[in-house]
């Protein structure tokens, strides 16, 4: 069983900034791609960036040059460094992570979510 645990969250002013964190933990043999998706409330989940193990990241037109995603492959580790934030960034931010377990199956799995309210 794999656990992904995510912080950082808040409220912030516009204009503002935010650093998120999830680990992951438990039965992993490696992790592959890990990143952040975004759900505001009465739409769809949205990629907002992912990055594989060898650093290779993609983000979401909307979040460009203004996150930006990086990890710490030792910690097992994804951060999410977001500035200039805006109230249309509000929504609850998860991360997830495609991990090789020790039966070497590969699963995707998700952290329980953490806020980020964007408001003046």
């Known amino acids: 069983q794999v656990q992904l645990v995510e912080s950082g969250g808040g409220l912030v002013q516009p204009g503002g900034s935010l650093r998120l964190s999830c680990a992951a933990s438990g039965s992993i043999v490696s992790i592959n791609v890990m990143g952040w998706y975004r759900q505001a409330p009465g739409k769809l989940r949205e990629l907002v960036a992912t990055?594989?193990?060898?650093?290779?990241?993609n983000y979401a037109d909307s979040v460009k040059g203004r996150f930006t995603i990086s990890r710490d492959n030792a910690k097992n580790t994804v951060y999410l460094q977001m500035n200039s934030l805006k109230p249309e960034d509000t929504a609850v931010y998860y991360c997830?992570?495609?991990?090789?377990?020790?039966?070497?199956?590969?699963?995707?799995?998700w952290g329980q979510g953490t806020q980020v309210t964007v408001s003046s």
């Open positions: 990055i594989t193990s060898g650093s290779s990241t």
């Open positions: 997830n992570a495609v991990v090789l377990d020790v039966d070497y199956s590969r699963r995707a799995y």
